[in-house]
């Protein structure tokens, strides 16, 4: 009989020991491999009893130890030792197996306490990864010796997710939730541990291990036992809950032992519905669509009777489930004996129906009823009624089946306003009506389903497809796909619906079919849309049609513009000069698309027809088509005025500039503006000597001629000249006479916007070279840096970088003192100008203080106005007066009086107040002029600080005493700027006083007084100033 001793510090575990007598092999057991080695003297068995596991109690074996030779006769287990008595007094311990790799974790510890210096010595040799196997064995042996809490702090310290793993596996095999949940969690197995978080609340021991083995998968249950789900049914039915077993098949969807459990549990009518509706779902899934049209009808039956129940009403209810004496007549003859058996027995149960229809319902997680309203069980009847309907097509009975879908449609429009859900069930449903008729070839009908669910596309394309052309025409204005329009467009062509045909010819982007319907003999001709569809489209199939229209109603000007579009330009020459439409012609060659010699024969026949100005446009056309062509235009020499293609060589340079000769003279010969601004822009872009100097005498001519409008003009194209050449320092001279010209006539405000006009091109002009200056320089440093990183260890070139950062340096400098001479005095001339210009705004505004300053800061200037000299310093003496600045009214008196031609010009109303003026002095005046002669304003200017650097100076002096810089001018009163105050016109690019525009914006005037261009209200609002701006 073998020895069986329980550990006394592990009650869980014991051993059975086992002596071999006579070599006979000894067993332990059906489930344990016998031992049978002749050398082994006896064998100890260790055996783990758990209490609670998915199996129930039950004895675990955790392993087997053989014993060599017996020392003794056995005494005692405790913590794996097992204790043999040797003679009479003598014990002897031998460790077990089983236990071996736990006991040494106290070595592993003394090892990891000698890595950290804790004044162990011993050795460390051991690799990582042999201590990782140490820890696995002593981990998988406490496993097996269920004990959880070591294996669990094991699995901590090495974050093993194998070792996880196994403890949770093992912990629910146990029933210790609470462990499985954390080490699926440290495993990283999100699902399971969620799983088993609502198990937790569980106490029911069978119901608790048929959802654990559940969980745990096939290989769980003990063999013979049968497979997990059959396990856990049965504890599922010794358990508080045996409703639980139908849960799990309704889960595992397995219909039909679910529908078995449906009849040995309590189960509502509302829960056997929809076991019989997913049923029936999987079986129209598989094909089976007689046996999933009966439990369909079955489902509709069941929720029926769910609803309350109206006088004189069945429990069925309205629809198509038992009630329904035709469907149930047509189950019967299909099915027979087994319908009168199912009706029966659901027939039979009726009475009980109605008790239960008053707990209708599912149950929540806390197994309480949950009771679903009307509206959810007719949803559920709705979608049961789209599963007959979807098996009776499948069966061949489309009409019905279509019936019954569009019946549901109804009932769907009559429902609630606003349910979301019930839409979307609506329209997956009709989806799958849809696609299981155009399946089956029934496309009118799934048309219908279709534009039931508001798939309008596809709808009308299969009303296209069965050619049923009326019924897709109201659907085809949402319609997209330009292949189903083409067809549709086909079609009411075929039918004399031109209209429509047209409208789906668009939607198509079909512009062949559109030219030529326009260009057909119908009621809808209209040559005029297809030309325009041609020009638009520029589709080469079009213009063949066109081109043949045009050929028959002898159309010249479509042929050549049709001819042009198709790419047979010479051919459109030709015609064009013999039917004299040349100007269509041209009008549809651009970019310089054509060759050279047909630019250079519509010059000709433009030279010809004295059309000076086109011969001029073609001249310079050609010139761009040869530069482009270069190939085409060897052959091409000058002779005389005309070009003419000849076998002697020429180079294409030759060509190109004797072109350009040629557009400049016929330019000049037209002599109109737009002419002459033409040859000035073909000069400053080619640059060649020759043909500045055709333009320069042609100029110098206007300008001496003996019209003063053909002289004005003139300066003004010499001025355009000068700026097209970049000579900006004669421009800006050029610009100054004529505004000096003006002056002297007395056109003081056309003066006003030559100076304006001229400053902002020249200066617009300097930006150009500088900001060229500048990317030239950073142009230069990428290079720079390229090379350094592409060439390290290599020269660069530094002398010939040095010389090239010079002339950049010197270009800059060169520009910026370009920009003073040029700038500069065309500045003087405007500040004086616009101040004569302000005079009269500041006026009206009651302003004489500013308009007094500003007519004396003009009277110093006074020669600049020789035409009004005398009503200029009779305003400035009578402005004085009025803002109270004696002196300069004084002074400016007796300019007035001093000379006889000025007294003679003054006018009558003010010559006795300017004598009284000299007569009748301020005695402030005279004190002054007995003291020394000299006298100043009784009344100082008012002080402002210099943008540049804060120095104070007064408001009306434009240059800084202190850093010498030329302070911009305020375009609203003439003072100097002021950085707090600091705005800026967006087209002219001047600065104004914020405070000062606003004055004149309250009186109506919000515009820039340089300009004239409008200012929003954000433009009143003064800016952050910039130091730039001063140099502007």
């Known amino acids: ?443 009118t009908e799934a048309a219908e389903m279709h534009h039931v669910c508001g798939n309008v596309e596809q709808a009308a394309t299969l009303f296209v497809k069965s050619s049923q052309f009326d019924r897709a025409k109201p659907l085809m204005t949402q319609v997209m796909a330009p292949s189903l329009h083409q067809v549709f467009a086909k079609a009411m062509e075929m039918r004399g619906d031109y209209q429509l045909a047209l409208s789906s010819y668009q939607r198509a982007n079909d512009s062949q079919s559109l030219v030529r319907l326009y260009l057909s003999n119908n009621g809808i001709r209209n040559p005029h849309k297809a030309f325009a569809i041609v020009r638009q489209t520029r589709s080469l199939e079009s213009a063949k049609l066109a081109l043949q229209y045009c050929l028959d109603k002898g159309d010249h000007e479509g042929q050549t513009e049709m001819l042009v579009i198709l790419g047979r330009v010479t051919e459109a020459m030709e015609l064009a000069i013999v039917h004299n439409t040349v100007d269509a012609l041209v009008s549809n060659i651009n970019n310089s698309e054509a060759e050279p010699q047909v630019y250079l024969q519509i010059a000709k026949y433009y030279e010809q027809h004295s059309q000076y100005l086109k011969a001029g446009r073609m001249y310079e056309t050609c010139c761009k088509s040869a530069s482009l062509r270069p190939s085409l235009a060897e052959n091409l020499v000058p002779s005389g005025d005309f070009y003419v293609e000849e076998s002697t060589s020429g180079t294409v340079s030759e060509f190109i500039d004797a072109c350009n000769n040629s557009a400049v003279h016929f330019y000049l010969k037209d002599g109109t503006s737009e002419a002459v601004d033409s040859a000035i822009a073909l000069v400053g872009r080619v640059r060649s000597s020759s043909q500045i100097a055709q333009v320069v005498d042609w100029l110098a001519d206007q300008t001496q001629s003996t019209s003063a409008a053909a002289s004005k003009e003139g300066a003004r194209h010499l001025f355009e000249l000068h700026i097209a050449l970049g000579d900006l320092t004669r421009a800006a001279h050029v610009a100054c006479v004529l505004s000096r010209q003006e002056q002297d006539m007395g056109n003081y405000k056309l003066a006003h916007e030559q100076v304006h006009h001229a400053y902002c091109e020249l200066r617009g002009e300097l930006r150009k070279r500088k900001d060229q200056a500048e990317d030239g320089e950073d142009e230069d440093g990428e290079g720079d840096a390229r090379e350094e990183n592409e060439n390290p260890n290599t020269s660069r070139g530094a002398e010939a970088k040095a010389k090239q950062g010079a002339a950049s340096s010197k270009a800059k400098e060169d520009t910026e003192d370009l920009e003073d001479s040029v700038l500069s005095e065309l500045m003087r001339q405007l500040i004086v100008l616009h101040s004569y210009v302000l005079v009269k705004t500041h006026v009206k505004l009651g302003d004489h203080l500013s308009a007094a300053r500003l007519l004396v800061r003009v009277s110093k200037h006074i020669s600049k106005f020789p035409a009004h000299i005398v009503p200029i310093l009779t305003s400035t003496v009578i402005e004085c007066q009025r803002a109270g600045l004696k002196w300069a009214a004084y002074e400016h008196a007796s300019v007035l009086m001093r000379d006889p031609d000025y007294r003679s010009q003054i006018a009558q109303a003010y010559k006795r107040k300017i004598e009284n003026v000299i007569r009748k002095p301020d005695p402030a005046l005279k004190e002054a002029r007995a003291k020394g002669g000299q006298g100043g304003d009784d009344q100082k200017e008012l002080l402002s600080k210099c943008p540049n650097c804060g120095a104070i100076g007064a408001e009306y002096d434009l240059q800084c005493q202190h850093c010498k810089v030329v302070i911009p001018f305020c375009s609203a009163s003439g003072k100097r700027m002021v950085a707090e105050d600091w705005g800026r016109c967006d087209s002219c690019k001047f600065s104004f006083l914020c405070s000062q525009m606003r004055r004149i914006a309250e009186k109506g005037e919000s515009s820039c007084q340089l300009c004239r261009a409008k200012l929003g209200p954000d433009a009143l609002v003064p800016k952050p100033f910039k130091k730039k701006w001063i140099y502007v």
């Open 1 to 443: 009989v073998p020895t069986i001793l329980w550990d006394t510090d592990d009650p869980n575990v014991f051993v059975v020991f086992a002596e071999r007598t006579h070599g006979e092999s000894l067993s332990f057991g059906s489930k344990h491999q016998a031992v049978s080695d002749p050398n082994n003297s006896g064998f100890v068995a260790v055996y783990v009893y758990v209490p609670t596991s998915t199996s129930g109690s039950e004895v675990k074996l955790a392993g087997m130890h053989a014993l060599r030779s017996l020392p003794g006769k056995p005494l005692l287990l405790s913590k794996g030792f097992l204790i043999f008595l040797t003679g009479s007094v003598n014990l002897e311990r031998v460790l077990l197996d089983t236990h071996r790799h736990i006991m040494a974790k106290y070595s592993l510890q003394q090892v990891e306490g000698g890595k950290k210096g804790g004044g162990m010595t011993i050795s460390t040799s051991a690799s990582a990864n042999k201590h990782d196997r140490l820890v696995r064995h002593e981990f998988d042996q406490h496993l097996a010796l269920c004990h959880a809490e070591e294996a669990k702090k094991i699995a901590l310290l090495s974050m093993d997710r194998g070792m996880w793993i196994a403890l949770a596996s093992q912990a629910l095999e146990t029933l210790d939730i609470d462990l499985a949940i954390l080490g699926y969690r440290m495993a990283g197995d999100s699902s399971k541990a969620s799983a088993l978080t609502r198990l937790r609340h569980l106490e029911d021991k069978h119901l608790l291990a048929g959802h654990a083995l559940l969980i745990l998968g096939e290989g769980s249950a003990k063999s013979g036992d049968g497979s997990v789900v059959e396990v856990a049914e049965s504890y599922f039915f010794r358990s508080s809950d045996p409703k639980a077993a139908l849960e799990m098949h309704v889960d595992l969807k397995n219909w039909e032992r679910a529908l078995e459990l449906a009849e040995e549990v309590s189960t509502t009518d509302l829960e056997r519905a929809h076991i019989n509706k997913q049923h029936a779902g999987t079986l129209e899934l598989r094909g089976e669509y007689q046996a999933a049209r009966r439990a369909y009808d079955i489902a509709i039956g069941l929720f029926n009777a769910c609803l309350p129940r109206r006088p004189g009403q069945s429990f069925a209810g309205p629809g198509y489930g038992l009630e329904d004496r035709d469907l149930e007549d047509s189950i019967h003859a299909e099915f027979g004996s087994e319908y009168d058996s199912l009706g029966g027995t659901l027939r039979g149960g009726r009475d009980d129906m109605q008790a239960g229809a008053d707990q209708a319902g599912a149950r929540d997680p806390e197994g309480e009823a949950e009771e679903a309203s009307p509206q959810q069980v007719l949803g559920q009847v709705k979608v049961c009624k789209g599963g007959i309907a979807r098996c009776i097509i499948h069966l061949g009975d489309v009409e019905a089946g279509v019936q019954i879908a569009l019946d549901l449609a109804q009932e769907e429009e009559g429902g609630a306003p606003g349910d979301a859900s019930a839409h979307k069930r609506k329209m997956d449903m009709f989806k799958d009506f849809a696609t299981i008729l155009e399946e089956a070839g029934h496309l």
